[in-house]
C-alpha cells in the first residue's frame, strides 16, 4: 500500500512539473507572436519573424542572428527587418546561454541591430580599436580615420558580409534598435571609399 501511495506522489509531483512547464511555454511561444516587432514592423512597413516553429517564416535579405556572426536566414530568431532613412535595418530579440559560477547553463536576454552595406572585407571596432582579420592593408588608414572620428569609437561594430552590425545586453526596444541603427548608418555613410572599393563596393 505504501509503494502505491509514493508512486502516485510522485507521479502527481510530475504532472504538476509538466503542466507548469506547459504553462511556461505556451506563454513565451505566444509573447513571441505577438512581440512588439510585430506593431512595429506594420508602422514601418516592414516584415516580422516570430521565430516560432510552427508559423509561416518570413525571409530576410540580409543580416546574422547573433553579435558571432551566424546567419539569419533559417534560424528559429525574432527579427523585424525595416527602412531606417535610406537603409534596410534588421534587429534581433534573442537569449543566448552562458556557464554561471555554479557550473549551470542559464539564459541572458540579448539584441543585435544591424543595417545593409555594400561588401567590404571584415572590420571589427572594439573597445575604441579598428582590427581588420582578413585585410590588413586598410587597417592603419581606417586607424587613422576612426582617431579623427571618436564618435565612432563608442560601440562595438563588426562590418562583413554586407551589414554593420552592433549589439547589447538585454531585450531590444524602440528606443533603442532606432538609435542603433542611426548610429550604424552614419558610420557605414563615414566610413573611407577605399574600405568599400576593396570588394567592388559602391
Excluded at 546567419?71 to 535610406?86: M, Q
Excluded at 534581433?92 to 567590404?120: C, G, K, L
Excluded at 572620428?149 to 562590418?159: E, K, L, M, N, Y
Excluded at 545586453?169 to 550604424?184: D, F, H, K, S
Amino acid at each position: 500500500m505504501l509503494v502505491v501511495v509514493v508512486i502516485v506522489l510522485i507521479a502527481a509531483v510530475f504532472a504538476g512539473a509538466a503542466a507548469i512547464w506547459w504553462r511556461s511555454h505556451t506563454k513565451f511561444v505566444e509573447s513571441r507572436k505577438e512581440h512588439w516587432f510585430k506593431t512595429f514592423a506594420a508602422e514601418r512597413g516592414g516584415t516580422f519573424n516570430s521565430g516560432v516553429p510552427s508559423d509561416t517564416h518570413a525571409v530576410p535579405t540580409f543580416g546574422v542572428s547573433h553579435p558571432s556572426g551566424r546567419p539569419l536566414a533559417g534560424s528559429n530568431t525574432t527579427w523585424v527587418e525595416f527602412r531606417h532613412g535610406d537603409r534596410p535595418v534588421i534587429a534581433i530579440d534573442a537569449q543566448e546561454p552562458y556557464r554561471h559560477f555554479d557550473d549551470h547553463t542559464y539564459f541572458r536576454d540579448i539584441h543585435v541591430t544591424q543595417v545593409r552595406v555594400p561588401p567590404s572585407p571584415e572590420l571589427r571596432i572594439t573597445a575604441g580599436k579598428v582590427s581588420m582579420p582578413t585585410d590588413p592593408r586598410l587597417e592603419d588608414e581606417l586607424a587613422r580615420w576612426l582617431a579623427t572620428t571618436p564618435r565612432f569609437a563608442q560601440r562595438d561594430v563588426v562590418v562583413e558580409h554586407g551589414s554593420a552590425r552592433t549589439w547589447g545586453q538585454g531585450c531590444a526596444t524602440r528606443q533603442n534598435i532606432v538609435a542603433e541603427a542611426g548610429y550604424l548608418a552614419d558610420l557605414a555613410d563615414h566610413l573611407p571609399a577605399a574600405l568599400w572599393s576593396v570588394s567592388g563596393g559602391a
